[in-house]
């Protein structure tokens, strides 16, 4: 078992910054993928992903301003957001895929919100 934990959540006004933290219990070499994901109203949606080779993919409404990265020596993942938005208000959650299994985790999530 994997266990994910984020960080770095807050209250931020808008055109301000935020960097998330997820700490993994495991190396990050364990993991084929790993992601950010937030949850609004509706639905869970993808914010950013890293692969084990470094492979970055964002989703549209946050390139350029969102940036993932992660630090293999504290099996440590981040995502550093920039000029935020009202509409990027959400709980952002840390997501991890097991290299052998195929497993899925998640983490707890964190509360952004962006306001004035």
């Known amino acids: 078992q994997v266990q994910l934990v984020e960080s770095g959540g807050g209250l931020v006004q808008p055109g301000g910054s935020l960097r998330l933290s997820c700490a993994a219990s495991?190396?990050?070499?364990?993991?084929?993928?790993m992601g950010w994901y937030r949850q609004g109203p509706n639905k869970r949606e993808l914010v950013a992903s890293i692969t084990r080779g470094g492979t970055t993919n964002y989703a549209d409404f946050v390139k350029g301003r969102f940036t993932i990265s992660r630090d293999s020596a504290k099996n440590t993942m981040y995502l550093q957001m920039n000029t935020l938005k009202p509409e990027d208000t959400a709980v952002y959650y840390c997501n991890s895929r097991d290299w052998i299994s195929n497993d899925e985790f998640w983490g707890q999530g964190t509360q952004v919100t962006v306001s004035s």
């Open positions: 495991r190396s990050l070499f364990n993991f084929a993928a």
